[in-house]
């Protein structure tokens, strides 16, 4: 079973900056939508951004500006960007990669730590 796996978190002062990575533990058939979620403690999971394959690339409001989604189409690898960071970026950061028709699939990693101090 294919996994997904994330790396860049960490602890960073505020206005500081961090880059999550995530990709796949195998071979898989390229993604048709990425996305990054985040949950903090006592909360619900959030979508922070969403990018279509050859489409529009979304962010919620709360993180415009401040962070950037890229991928390496040749490697299946996803990134987040996260500059200025605050106290509320504080979360569980989770990639998501979905496929869908021919060999779809829906693929989550284990989440990697962001704890941003004040």
């Known amino acids: 079973q294919v996994r997904l796996v994330e790396s860049g978190g960490g602890l960073v002062q505020a206005g500081g900056s961090l880059r999550l990575s995530c990709v796949p533990s195998?071979?898989?058939?390229?993604?048709?939508?990425i996305n990054w979620y985040r949950q903090a403690p006592g909360k619900q999971r959030e979508l922070v951004v969403s990018?279509?394959?050859?489409?529009?690339?979304n962010y919620a409001d709360a993180v415009k500006g401040r962070f950037t989604f890229s991928r390496d189409s040749a490697e299946n690898t996803a990134y987040l960007q996260m500059n200025t960071l605050k106290p509320e970026d504080t979360a569980m950061y989770y990639c998501?990669?979905?496929?869908?028709?021919?060999?779809?699939?829906?693929?989550w990693g284990q989440g990697t730590q962001v704890t941003v101090s004040s």
């Open positions: 990018s279509i394959n050859g489409g529009t690339t």
């Open positions: 998501n990669f979905k496929r869908w028709g021919t060999f779809a699939y829906d693929y």
């Open positions: 195998g071979t898989i058939f390229k993604s048709t939508a």
